[in-house]
């Protein structure tokens, strides 16, 4: 399975973006995938997730800001940014797990993409 992450860049607080992670080698219809991030100095957070059947979790702080979405006819994986603060400023990494259901562990995530760097300025 290979991830590849795209879209990140610079935006001003307050701006929207979208990353997308681009899945290969992965079953048909998909299995759990998520997204993380991490800033300087800190370690990698979980931001959340979706399963093959849909379903997605977000951590606390981008709840009703960040929205996880899949194409499966694309193999793509979403993660749509909006209300952006300086505080979401971090490289965004996808990953994925080998089950459908996602399992809640950090080390259940077995696959990662590269990273893609996200800056919001104020």
């Known amino acids: 399975v290979q991830l590849q992450e795209s879209g990140g860049g610079s935006v001003q607080a307050g701006g929207s973006l979208r990353l997308s992670c681009e899945v290969s080698g992965s079953p048909e219809g998909g299995v759990c995938m998520g997204w993380f991030r991490q800033a300087p100095g800190t370690g990698r957070q979980w931001v959340g997730n979706?399963?093959?059947?849909?379903?997605?979790t977000y951590t606390d702080s981008v709840k009703g800001r960040f929205t996880i979405s899949k194409e499966n006819t694309k193999n793509t994986l979403y993660l749509q940014m909006d209300s952006l603060t300086p505080e979401d400023t971090a490289v965004y990494y996808c990953a994925s797990q080998s089950v459908y259901r996602c399992a809640p562990g950090f080390e259940d995530y077995i696959y990662w993409g590269q990273g893609t760097q996200v800056t919001v300025f104020s």
């Open positions: 979706i399963d093959r059947y849909g379903k997605t």
